[in-house]
């Protein structure tokens, strides 16, 4: 297993970017399929990016397309969501999340498919 622990949350302005990093402990990151989540205040948690363990396949979400870019380095164990255009509406408490993937380019967008989860970083965003 990995411990995983977020950063690079706080407060922007709409329109602005922030760069969310996920650190990961343990030999086996390379083997993590990575994905992260949000959740919003009185909502549920939502999926926002995935990410297969080579990197070579990633989704996101309709609500954060083309605006958000997830990333790895796998040599760093680390995983990268890049949020540019924020809007108000992408406040929430960001998850980063991760389990053994099943091959080098398959993701996982349900949380239950999960195993291994971060604290948490806030992101708000202005208007």
């Known amino acids: 297993q990995v411990q995983l622990v977020e950063s690079g949350g706080g407060l922007v302005q709409a329109g602005g970017s922030l760069r969310l990093s996920c650190a990961a402990s343990?030999?086996?990151?390379?083997?993590?399929?990575m994905g992260w989540f949000r959740q919003a205040p009185g909502k549920e948690r939502d999926f926002v990016a995935a990410?297969?363990?080579?990197?070579?396949?990633?989704f996101y979400a309709d609500s954060v397309k083309g605006r958000f870019t997830i990333s790895r380095d796998n040599a760093k164990n680390t995983v990268s969501l890049q949020m540019n255009s924020l809007k108000p509406e992408d406040t929430a408490v960001y998850y980063c999340?991760?389990?053994?993937?099943?091959?080098?380019?398959?993701?996982?967008?349900?949380?239950?498919?999960?195993?291994?989860w971060g604290q948490g970083t806030q992101v708000t965003v202005s208007s």
């Open positions: 999340a991760g389990r053994i993937g099943l091959t080098s380019g398959t993701v996982y967008l349900r949380q239950e498919q999960y195993e291994n």
């Open positions: 343990g030999r086996t990151f390379s083997t993590y399929a």
């Open positions: 990410i297969s363990w080579s990197g070579s396949s990633a």
